[in-house]
Protein backbone atom coordinates (compact mmCIF):
# COMPACT_ATOMS: atom_id res chain seq x y z
CA UNK A 1 0.00 0.00 0.00
CA UNK A 2 1.13 3.90 -0.59
CA UNK A 3 0.17 6.85 0.68
CA UNK A 4 -0.43 10.21 -1.19
CA UNK A 5 -0.34 13.53 -0.29
CA UNK A 6 -3.19 14.58 -2.38
CA UNK A 7 -3.27 17.97 -0.23
CA UNK A 8 -0.95 19.65 2.23
CA UNK A 9 -2.71 23.37 3.20
CA UNK A 10 -4.71 24.03 6.34
CA UNK A 11 -8.28 24.50 4.67
CA UNK A 12 -8.14 27.82 2.47
CA UNK A 13 -5.20 26.43 0.45
CA UNK A 14 -2.23 28.52 -0.49
CA UNK A 15 -2.80 30.55 -2.07
CA UNK A 16 -5.74 32.09 -0.04
CA UNK A 17 -8.69 34.20 -1.37
CA UNK A 18 -8.08 37.97 -0.64
CA UNK A 19 -4.33 37.50 0.45
CA UNK A 20 -0.99 38.56 -1.73
CA UNK A 21 1.58 37.55 0.35
CA UNK A 22 4.93 36.68 -0.54
CA UNK A 23 3.44 32.65 -0.39
CA UNK A 24 0.24 33.07 -1.91
CA UNK A 25 2.15 34.58 -4.98
CA UNK A 26 4.29 31.81 -5.32
CA UNK A 27 3.51 29.05 -3.65
CA UNK A 28 0.74 26.45 -4.61
CA UNK A 29 -0.67 23.58 -1.73
CA UNK A 30 -4.12 22.33 -2.00
CA UNK A 31 -5.89 21.72 1.29
CA UNK A 32 -4.55 18.94 3.46
CA UNK A 33 -6.50 15.41 2.32
CA UNK A 34 -4.58 11.69 1.75
CA UNK A 35 -5.03 8.41 -0.57
CA UNK A 36 -4.08 5.00 0.64
CA UNK A 37 -3.12 2.90 -2.75
CA UNK A 38 -4.07 -0.71 -2.96
CA UNK A 39 -3.15 -1.73 -6.51
CA UNK A 40 -6.68 -0.24 -8.48
CA UNK A 41 -7.94 0.99 -5.39
CA UNK A 42 -7.77 4.07 -3.24
CA UNK A 43 -9.51 5.26 0.36
CA UNK A 44 -9.55 8.94 0.57
CA UNK A 45 -9.15 10.91 4.05
CA UNK A 46 -10.84 13.83 4.23
CA UNK A 47 -12.68 15.17 0.87
CA UNK A 48 -11.92 19.16 0.20
CA UNK A 49 -12.95 21.95 -1.48
CA UNK A 50 -9.86 21.26 -4.30
CA UNK A 51 -11.21 17.51 -4.48
CA UNK A 52 -11.39 17.97 -8.11
CA UNK A 53 -8.51 18.24 -8.98
CA UNK A 54 -6.74 15.96 -6.52
CA UNK A 55 -8.95 13.19 -7.75
CA UNK A 56 -7.63 13.94 -10.97
CA UNK A 57 -3.78 13.56 -9.82
CA UNK A 58 -4.94 10.74 -8.19
CA UNK A 59 -6.88 9.28 -10.81
CA UNK A 60 -4.21 10.35 -13.89
CA UNK A 61 -1.04 8.98 -11.82
CA UNK A 62 -2.73 5.52 -10.29
CA UNK A 63 -5.06 4.47 -12.72
CA UNK A 64 -7.20 4.11 -9.51
CA UNK A 65 -11.00 3.95 -8.80
CA UNK A 66 -11.96 5.45 -5.10
CA UNK A 67 -13.49 2.48 -3.03
CA UNK A 68 -14.58 4.68 0.29
CA UNK A 69 -13.67 8.22 1.87
CA UNK A 70 -13.14 8.92 5.40
CA UNK A 71 -13.73 12.06 7.43
CA UNK A 72 -11.81 13.77 10.38
CA UNK A 73 -14.21 16.83 11.82
CA UNK A 74 -16.65 19.20 10.30
CA UNK A 75 -14.57 22.38 9.09
CA UNK A 76 -15.04 23.05 5.76
CA UNK A 77 -11.87 22.40 4.11
CA UNK A 78 -11.93 18.77 5.60
CA UNK A 79 -15.46 18.16 3.91
CA UNK A 80 -16.76 20.62 1.66
CA UNK A 81 -15.75 19.16 -1.44
CA UNK A 82 -18.32 16.15 -0.67
CA UNK A 83 -20.92 18.23 -3.03
CA UNK A 84 -18.89 17.14 -5.99
CA UNK A 85 -20.39 13.77 -5.42
CA UNK A 86 -23.69 14.54 -5.85
CA UNK A 87 -25.95 14.27 -9.06
CA UNK A 88 -24.17 18.16 -10.28
CA UNK A 89 -21.06 15.98 -10.21
CA UNK A 90 -19.60 12.70 -10.12
CA UNK A 91 -22.84 11.48 -8.90
CA UNK A 92 -21.37 8.27 -7.26
CA UNK A 93 -23.09 5.03 -5.96
CA UNK A 94 -23.04 4.25 -2.60
CA UNK A 95 -19.98 5.02 -1.77
CA UNK A 96 -19.37 3.93 1.92
CA UNK A 97 -18.34 7.46 3.82
CA UNK A 98 -16.66 6.91 7.32
CA UNK A 99 -17.28 9.37 9.71
CA UNK A 100 -18.30 9.78 13.52
CA UNK A 101 -22.12 9.56 14.75
CA UNK A 102 -22.37 13.40 15.99
CA UNK A 103 -20.42 14.57 11.85
CA UNK A 104 -23.16 12.07 10.45
CA UNK A 105 -26.03 13.38 12.22
CA UNK A 106 -25.02 17.28 11.26
CA UNK A 107 -24.82 16.04 7.34
CA UNK A 108 -27.52 14.25 7.44
CA UNK A 109 -29.86 17.18 9.06
CA UNK A 110 -28.19 20.15 6.94
CA UNK A 111 -28.64 20.53 3.23
CA UNK A 112 -26.73 19.80 0.84
CA UNK A 113 -25.27 17.17 1.74
CA UNK A 114 -28.11 15.56 3.51
CA UNK A 115 -29.52 15.26 -0.22
CA UNK A 116 -26.50 12.81 -0.88
CA UNK A 117 -27.27 10.11 1.95
CA UNK A 118 -30.99 10.02 0.12
CA UNK A 119 -29.97 10.27 -2.98
CA UNK A 120 -27.72 7.39 -2.34
CA UNK A 121 -24.43 8.63 -3.10
CA UNK A 122 -22.96 7.98 -0.19
CA UNK A 123 -23.46 5.14 2.52
CA UNK A 124 -22.57 5.75 6.04
CA UNK A 125 -20.21 3.73 8.64
CA UNK A 126 -19.91 4.97 11.49
CA UNK A 127 -16.48 5.38 12.90
CA UNK A 128 -16.43 4.19 16.75
CA UNK A 129 -13.29 5.47 19.23
CA UNK A 130 -10.83 3.00 18.88
CA UNK A 131 -12.75 0.40 16.91
CA UNK A 132 -10.54 -0.59 14.25
CA UNK A 133 -12.39 -0.33 10.64
CA UNK A 134 -12.68 -2.88 7.69
CA UNK A 135 -9.85 -1.30 6.27
CA UNK A 136 -7.97 -1.74 9.21
CA UNK A 137 -8.36 2.25 10.53
CA UNK A 138 -8.78 3.23 13.96
CA UNK A 139 -10.22 6.31 14.95
CA UNK A 140 -9.03 8.53 18.09
CA UNK A 141 -10.69 11.52 19.59
CA UNK A 142 -8.84 14.62 19.96
CA UNK A 143 -9.39 17.79 21.07
CA UNK A 144 -10.44 20.85 18.53
CA UNK A 145 -13.07 23.16 18.15
CA UNK A 146 -16.05 20.62 17.60
CA UNK A 147 -19.09 23.35 16.70
CA UNK A 148 -20.74 20.86 14.35
CA UNK A 149 -18.59 17.26 15.14
CA UNK A 150 -16.02 15.69 17.16
CA UNK A 151 -12.43 15.53 15.55
CA UNK A 152 -10.51 11.93 15.26
CA UNK A 153 -7.01 11.05 13.95
CA UNK A 154 -6.15 8.17 12.36
CA UNK A 155 -4.19 4.86 13.13
CA UNK A 156 -3.17 3.40 9.93
CA UNK A 157 -1.41 0.08 9.33
CA UNK A 158 0.72 1.03 6.13
CA UNK A 159 2.31 -2.54 5.38
CA UNK A 160 2.52 -3.41 8.52
CA UNK A 161 3.90 -0.13 10.03
CA UNK A 162 2.00 2.11 12.23
CA UNK A 163 0.68 5.68 10.59
CA UNK A 164 -0.79 8.61 12.59
CA UNK A 165 -2.62 10.84 10.37
CA UNK A 166 -3.67 14.42 12.82
CA UNK A 167 -4.15 17.00 10.25
CA UNK A 168 -6.11 19.23 12.72
CA UNK A 169 -5.96 19.32 16.32
CA UNK A 170 -6.25 22.09 18.84
CA UNK A 171 -3.28 21.01 21.16
CA UNK A 172 -1.22 17.43 21.90
CA UNK A 173 -2.39 15.95 25.00
CA UNK A 174 -0.61 13.33 26.88
CA UNK A 175 -2.28 10.60 25.03
CA UNK A 176 -1.44 11.94 21.57
CA UNK A 177 2.05 12.61 22.58
CA UNK A 178 2.15 8.56 23.51
CA UNK A 179 0.58 7.88 20.25
CA UNK A 180 3.11 10.18 17.80
CA UNK A 181 5.61 7.82 20.30
CA UNK A 182 4.08 4.78 19.55
CA UNK A 183 4.18 5.22 15.76
CA UNK A 184 6.48 4.58 13.21
CA UNK A 185 5.48 7.49 11.28
CA UNK A 186 2.79 10.40 12.54
CA UNK A 187 1.93 13.23 9.77
CA UNK A 188 0.66 15.99 12.35
CA UNK A 189 -1.00 19.39 12.17
CA UNK A 190 1.64 22.09 11.06
CA UNK A 191 -0.92 24.85 10.36
CA UNK A 192 1.24 27.77 12.24
CA UNK A 193 5.22 27.99 12.57
CA UNK A 194 5.21 29.89 15.65
CA UNK A 195 3.52 33.03 17.74
CA UNK A 196 5.00 35.47 15.24
CA UNK A 197 2.93 34.62 12.21
CA UNK A 198 -0.62 36.91 12.25
CA UNK A 199 0.60 39.71 13.51
CA UNK A 200 -3.06 41.68 13.34
CA UNK A 201 -4.89 38.84 15.62
CA UNK A 202 -4.25 37.50 19.35
CA UNK A 203 -2.58 34.03 18.78
CA UNK A 204 -2.81 32.92 22.25
CA UNK A 205 -6.25 32.50 21.21
CA UNK A 206 -6.12 30.52 17.72
CA UNK A 207 -5.58 26.91 18.81
CA UNK A 208 -3.31 24.36 16.35
CA UNK A 209 0.12 22.86 18.08
CA UNK A 210 3.16 25.31 17.27
CA UNK A 211 5.80 23.35 14.67
CA UNK A 212 8.47 24.92 16.65
CA UNK A 213 7.13 23.40 19.89
CA UNK A 214 6.91 20.36 18.12
CA UNK A 215 10.39 20.86 16.71
CA UNK A 216 11.54 21.03 20.43
CA UNK A 217 9.44 18.13 21.80
CA UNK A 218 9.94 15.18 19.30
CA UNK A 219 13.86 16.34 18.39
CA UNK A 220 14.58 12.48 19.70
CA UNK A 221 11.92 11.33 17.23
CA UNK A 222 12.32 13.35 14.28
CA UNK A 223 12.65 11.36 11.27
CA UNK A 224 9.55 10.22 12.54
CA UNK A 225 7.51 13.14 11.97
CA UNK A 226 6.10 14.63 9.07
CA UNK A 227 4.19 18.17 8.89
CA UNK A 228 1.17 19.13 7.05
CA UNK A 229 -1.76 21.10 6.90
CA UNK A 230 0.32 24.19 6.15
CA UNK A 231 -1.65 27.66 6.64
CA UNK A 232 -0.69 30.69 4.22
CA UNK A 233 1.61 32.41 6.85
CA UNK A 234 3.25 29.20 7.57
CA UNK A 235 7.06 30.06 6.39
CA UNK A 236 7.46 26.43 5.93
CA UNK A 237 5.72 26.86 2.37
CA UNK A 238 8.59 28.86 1.31
CA UNK A 239 10.65 26.71 -0.98
CA UNK A 240 14.12 26.63 0.17
CA UNK A 241 13.03 29.44 2.96
CA UNK A 242 15.33 29.31 6.42
CA UNK A 243 13.01 27.91 8.93
CA UNK A 244 12.32 24.97 6.33
CA UNK A 245 16.01 24.13 5.97
CA UNK A 246 16.52 24.08 9.55
CA UNK A 247 13.55 21.68 9.99
CA UNK A 248 14.95 19.13 7.39
CA UNK A 249 18.70 19.48 8.97
CA UNK A 250 16.96 18.24 12.27
CA UNK A 251 15.96 15.17 10.31
CA UNK A 252 11.81 16.23 10.14
CA UNK A 253 10.21 16.63 7.28
CA UNK A 254 6.56 18.98 5.46
CA UNK A 255 4.70 16.92 3.18
CA UNK A 256 4.39 18.94 -0.20
CA UNK A 257 1.28 17.46 -2.81
CA UNK A 258 2.02 14.48 -4.73
CA UNK A 259 4.67 13.14 -2.16
CA UNK A 260 4.39 9.53 -1.86
CA UNK A 261 5.38 7.00 1.71
CA UNK A 262 5.42 3.83 0.88
ZN1 LIG B 1 -8.25 22.13 8.82
ZN1 LIG C 1 -1.15 34.59 1.93
ZN1 LIG D 1 -10.10 21.86 11.90
Redesign the pocket.
Known amino acids: MKLLFLGTAQDGG???VG???????TVRRSAASIALIEDKDALIIDVTPDFRWQYHRLAGRFGVDISAAYLTHAHWGHYGGLMLFGREGWNCDKLPLYLTRRFHDFLASNEPFSELFQSGNLVAHILAEKVETVHGIKPVVVPHRDEYSDTVGLLIDLNGRKFFYLPCVDRLNTDIHNIIRSCDVSIIDGTFYDESELPHRDMSKIPHPRVRDCIREFSDIADRIIFTHLN??NPLCEPEGEELMRLLDRGFRVANDGDVLE
Do not use: I
Open positions: VPQCSCANCSHT
